[in-house]
């Protein structure tokens, strides 16, 4: 008798257990929850974290992320108001901030996913179709991505969540354009070196040219000076000769003759035929008158 | 169970355990536990068996299971305290030391590291890091991360890493699900912003510390508008560069900067030659004309002045003097030259008997070039 009493009080602490069990729940500081009833959302939403009471078993919890969750969708090619083609990587960060919205709406993440990534790719599409690729580069793009922003949010509340942040991760060109800007680049780079070396060039001519010129400038003036200095030289000689030989004309002029006739007949290879006739054999055939009467 | 579904970040441990971060068991556990059977014994005495033992036992667990309470934040720690998954102590969190919170199933407690530095690299991967992770031995290089557009449509490969540290515990931990990943795509995003801005050029050179700065600015803000609780210490470039399909242009210019460096210096050096040089030539023409006037100049002065001399003497006498002067110079001229005397014959009459000039012939056959007499006769 007592067995048996001992036996169902076990098993009633057994199934208050298990109900105290189902019965209870946590909520942590990462999730916020919804309860359902035979599927169906009982109440509001439970943000608060901490320890919760739902009814046992005919009630289940059903939990959502409170943290800021991110959404990467894959990058999709868009063509610009330019007509450049564009690889744009967006990238979501964003809160469900209504989970009985979102039970309604999408139910679950992965479903989110689906249906914001085609928001965000139709919001960049219409924001970037109508930008430029110089706008894209610029200090505009903040402003384009608060306009995506601002298209994805209104597009998004109906799913229970809040759009914290909307950027273009990434925004580059598609392969072959990318080679035409490679090309582009070569040729303004080799334009650069061109005009690198010409001036390298130019300064050297500049260099070089000016140095001759300078050379040829001293050695012209250098020219000029010895010039002047030698017709110093020469007007001095022939004024201090002048000043000498104008003493006697006549004397001057046989006494430069007699060193003329040294200097211009004084070689041993000069050959003289002379007549007894002149003043030097004056006295070669005669004997002056004087001795004569001797 | 629904214990199970607490905590999505960091695992529980077991009841023996304290949590994350692993403070170990206080040491005066056994002395604790030794000491309340001591007293349980006291105060109940004697043999009594099985129930008194099972309550022993029972007494004993849960004075273990409130020991595994305990947990220690490190010095570069802060602890979060949960009780049934709520902060309970929010935003407030436990300094470094001994702490005690209730124990699984009931709490948790939480030590994130807010001291440590968390690198993360964008656009290259190392492979086999150095000794405290700072030196990569070689990296691999990740194109869709590192190739990007600059203001002035070109494209350009940079390689950086982002420092990040946790500011703010709780919200890193409550506020953001993957943390790491989201510093990753906003410094990515950050960058792409920052260099879309300015041109190659400068990105390449002058403006690498603005880059960095602003790029560590915006990506903060951003950070702040998630309430991620993430501080960013800072954002480095690690290698900037052209794309390696223009790299060897870009290498180009550089060599043609040197092309025209060295053009320049060579042509220095060339003038550096030749105007010493030609002043020096310049300066040589110089003295030698100086030289010359003074050469001439005394040269002039002596004959001048030897022909004075010669004329005041010949004032006093000159017939004599001119007579002398004219024979010397006759006798010296003549001393030495060949010479040939032919008297004139009848006055007046040329000479009919030719001169045969012997000498003159003798040489003039040696010359090749023979010559008449007739000439030199007069």
Redesign the interface.
Known sequence: MSKLIVGLIGAFVIVLTILA??S????????QALVLQFGEPIGTPIQ????HVKSPLIQE?R?Y??????L?PPAERVILADQKPLWVDA?V?YKIIDPLRFFQTVQTESRLRDRLGQIVNASVRSTLGSAT??T????E??SLMAEIRGLVSVESTRFGIAV??V???????PEET??A??QR??SE??R??????A???E??????S???R???V??A???R??????G???G???K??A???S??EE??R??KS??A??EA?????????????S???KYFNTLPSSAEGD | MPWSNQGGSGGSGGPWGSGPGGGPTPPNLDDVLRQGQDRLRAILPGGLGGGRGLTLILIGVAILWAASGFYRVQPDEQGVALVFGEWTSDPETTGPGLHWNYPWPVGEALTPSVETINSIEIGYNSIGKGRGGRTAARTNDVPEESLMLTGDQNIIDIDFSVQWKVRNAGLFLFNIRDPAATVKVAAESAMREVIGQIDIQPALTEAREQVQQDTQVLLQQMLDTYEAGIEITQVQLQDVQPPKAVIDAFDDVQRALQDRDRLQLEADAYRNDIIPRARGEAVQLVQNASAYREKVINEAQGDSSRFLSVYREYVVAKTVTIQRMYLETMSALLKDTEKMVIDSGAEGQLNPIPYLALPELNKAIDRGAAKTGREATQ
């Open positions: 069990f189902s209870l729940y946590t909520v942590s500081e990462t999730q608060e974290p901490g320890l919890v939990y992320d409170r943290r800021v969750l991110d990467d990238f960060r690729l110089s894209v580069l610029s200090n793009r903040a914290v942040d950027r273009i991760r990434r925004a580059d060109l990318s080679q800007v490679y680049m070569r780079r080799n650069e070196a061109a005009e690198f070396r001036q390298g060039f300064r050297a001519q500049r260099v070089i000016t140095a001759d300078e050379a040829t001293l050695r003036e250098a020219e000076e010895a010039q002047i200095l030698r110093e030289g020469d001095q000689k022939t201090i000769l000043e000498a030989y003493k006697d004397f001057f046989f006494y007699m060193s006739y040294t007949l004084g070689s041993k290879n000069t050959t003289m035929v002379l007549t007894p006739d003043d030097f054999f």
